[in-house]
């Protein structure tokens, strides 16, 4: 059980966003930028200078790549805090050339559900100019933690000056499409709103982190310390003589509140799930769903316990007991593949992707600083 919750809070611990983080700058080899901000994802951060009197933000991204042939993505979001509908400048290695290269995209909701891949298209928002930076001087190559600036002059509307800032990476770009960045719940926290006057978050927008976090807490506590808590107290206090039925109060208090703590957490894992219609954990999913109907199925039978005298009780008990252990184990079992599904992506999949581009040999090239405008 000890290590379960050492377990448990490492996991936590390692998906905080980075507190670590190094400090925001406002000082780039070009430029000198009012304000600065640590971002709480991927150890980005941005800089800007804002003009109110003609609404122009000048601003900077800083960010890091995960792989050679990745892309680093920063942009905004007019309407809201997320990933749909963001406008964004993605850079990456040119396929045909190697050099970095800064393109737009707009990322529409069907992105989101991959349904279609992510094509270049110039932006509906007052771009004044943009280009990328790569960090290092002149040999600088794109890697694995490789550092790069991405640079935007905007146009906002007048008097708006609060923008959803999004941003992101992945490891892999097909042709000039890039792909789906990692989904742990640190990179699904790349999203902030910026009060551009007062330099300040203006409000936390990870929702979905929040509730990942709730949904993981709440399920943890319910379905693997609790419930199996509650089926070791009817399975070795029963036999205590001195305790009397004291054990049964132990066994159903404990019981009922788990299943009470575990609805709600199996709503948020609904409601989760709602929210993220692109993925689907599908064990995790399945697991859920079982789990949860047979402890309902358990508690249910409560109501139809039959009196200890007659004769239709001791099939009640067996049914009872393999309902029960059912339960216990697959809320367990659940708990775990829960772990799984917040740890994925990064270190399994990055290993993965970046051993099968390493073995088909990704470009080698000098990438210097280039530049790439759109207006
Ligand atoms: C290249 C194609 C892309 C695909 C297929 C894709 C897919 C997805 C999916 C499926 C999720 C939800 C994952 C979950 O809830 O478990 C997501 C979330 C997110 N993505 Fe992307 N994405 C792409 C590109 C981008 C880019 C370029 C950015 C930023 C510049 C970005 C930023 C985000 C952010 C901030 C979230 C979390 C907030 C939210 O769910 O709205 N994505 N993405
Ligand atoms: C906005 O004003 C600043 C100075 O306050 C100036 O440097 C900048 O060029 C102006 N931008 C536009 C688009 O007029
Ligand atoms: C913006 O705010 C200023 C002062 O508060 C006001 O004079 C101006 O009309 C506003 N502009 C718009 C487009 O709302």
């Known amino acids: ?18 507190a670590v983080s190094a400090r925001c700058t406002t000082v780039t080899t070009t430029k000198t930028f009012q304000k600065c901000m640590t971002l709480p994802s991927q150890q980005a951060s941005i800089a800007w200078t804002f003009h109110p009197h003609n609404a122009t933000l000048e601003i900077v991204f800083f960010g890091t790549f995960i792989s050679p ?18 406008r964004a400048l993605i850079a990456f290695p040119d396929p045909n050339s190697g050099q970095l290269v800064l393109l737009p995209y707009i990322l529409d909701p069907s992105v989101k ?13 007052h771009l004044l100019t943009s280009s990328a930076t790569l960090y290092g001087g002149r040999l600088a190559t794109i890697h694995d933690g490789a550092a790069i600036q991405i640079h935007a002059t905007l146009k906002l509307v007048p008097n708006k000056t609060k923008i959803h800032n999004v ?3 992945g490891l892999y770009v097909q042709g000039y499409s890039p792909t789906i960045h990692p989904t742990t719940i640190n990179d699904l926290s790349s999203v902030t709103t910026v009060d551009l006057l007062s330099g300040t978050e203006s409000s936390k927008h990870n929702n979905i982190y929040t509730l990942k976090l709730v949904h993981g807490i709440i399920n943890a506590i319910s379905w693997g310390i609790l419930l199996p808590i509650g089926a070791v107290i009817s399975r070795y206090l029963r036999h205590i003589q001195s305790l009397g039925p004291a054990w049964f109060y ?8 788990a299943f009470f703590l575990g609805t709600i957490g199996f709503s948020i894992g609904l409601r989760l799930g709602d929210l993220s219609p692109g993925t689907v954990y599908g064990l995790h999913r399945k697991l859920g769903f079982t789990a949860f109907c047979l402890a309902s199925l ?32 697959l809320g367990v079992v659940n708990v775990f ?13 990055k290993k993965a992707k970046e051993d099968k581009l390493r073995r088909e040999g990704v470009l080698g090239g000098s990438v210097k600083e280039i530049g790439s405008s759109n207006s």
């Open 1 to 18: 059980m000890l290590s379960f919750l050492l377990l448990f809070f490492s996991l936590l611990s390692s998906h905080q966003p980075a």
């Open 69 to 86: 042939s990745g892309w680093v993505g920063w942009g905004i979001n007019p309407i809201s805090a997320e990933m749909t509908g963001t």
């Open 113 to 125: 559900l991959q349904k279609n891949s992510l094509l270049s298209s110039p932006l509906d928002i």
């Open 167 to 169: 941003w992101n990476r």
């Open 250 to 257: 132990a066994h159903a208090g404990v019981q009922l509140s």
């Open 298 to 329: 358990q508690t249910l039978a409560l109501l139809f316990r039959p009196k200890t005298t007659n004769k239709y009780r001791k099939y009640w008990k067996s049914y009872h007991h393999f309902v029960g252990y059912a339960c216990v184990v």
């Open 337 to 349: 593949q829960g772990f799984e599904v917040m740890g994925e992506g990064r270190s399994y999949a």
